[in-house]
């Protein structure tokens, strides 16, 4: 895979995970709202957990750019 698609492929991750974790943030704060912490705390551990993939994802990105940069 060349690094221009490499980077296309990753950007999309990238978007899909913090989509992923922003809904979840927004159905546990409605959630939580309506039925109380106790039934809603997932919905918080799945926006941590697409929150550090985002990350890992970006930084990833980030290294593929920079070497694709340092290489030309």
Do not use: P
């Amino acid at each position: 895979m060349s690094d221009k698609s490499a980077i296309r492929v990753i950007r999309i991750l990238e978007r899909m995970w913090a989509i992923i974790g922003l809904t979840c943030l927004s159905i546990g704060a409605y959630e939580t709202h309506r039925l109380g912490f106790q039934e809603s705390y997932i919905f918080f551990i799945f926006a941590l957990v697409s929150g550090i993939v985002f990350w890992l994802r970006r930084r990833r990105r980030t290294r593929i750019e920079e070497e694709s940069k340092n290489g030309e």
